[in-house]
């Protein structure tokens, strides 16, 4: 996902003017786990059925401008 494309998308909305944050999540693969054990790689899966009900619960939700959400899938490296 385009971040920058986001929130141009986001200040084109009728109620943009009433829109107080914008959060982001971007997570990547780090060196070494919780418990301090080296990481290489890590292999990602996603529910896209989940994923979309979760969208439209957020979107529901009182003060929600946009929810948009971006799963990268298969084997991410560190």
């Not at 990547?28 to 989940?50: L, Q």
Request: aromatic fraction near 6%; glycine fraction near 8%; avoid cysteine.
């Amino acid at each position: 996902m385009d971040v920058e494309d986001f929130i141009k998308r986001l200040k084109s909305y009728p109620d943009s003017k009433n829109a107080g944050m914008v959060l982001i999540h971007n997570g990547i693969v780090r060196a070494t786990s919780r418990n301090g054990d080296d990481v290489f790689s890590m292999e990602v899966t996603a529910d896209e059925d989940r994923l979309g009900e979760i969208i439209s619960w957020a979107s529901g939700l009182p003060g929600i401008l946009a929810v948009d959400a971006e799963v990268v899938t298969g084997r991410l490296y560190v």
